[in-house]
C-alpha cells in the first residue's frame, strides 16, 4: 500500500468521533474532543481502517491522499 497522508479539516470538525472509535490506531481526541492524528502515524500507520473512519465522519473532515 503506497503511503498515505492524512489530513483533517479542524474548522469543521465537530468533536463527533468517529474517527477515534473507528481506527482508534490512527485518530484521537484532543482535550475539547476534536480530533487528532496520533503523533507518527500521520500516514495511516498501515491502518485498513482507515478510510472507513474518513467515510464515517459527519462533515467529512477527513482526507485521505495517496503519495
Ligand atoms: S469524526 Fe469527523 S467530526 Fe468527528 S472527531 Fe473525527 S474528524 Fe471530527
Known sequence: ??????????????????????APDV???DDDGFSQVIPGREDGNGSPLLR????ACPVAAISIREE
Open 27 to 29: 485518530f484521537t481526541q
Open 1 to 22: 500500500m503506497s503511503p498515505q497522508r492524512i489530513d483533517i479539516k479542524t474548522d469543521i470538525c465537530i468533536g463527533a468521533g468517529q474517527c477515534a472509535l473507528t
Open 52 to 55: 472507513e473512519a474518513a467515510r
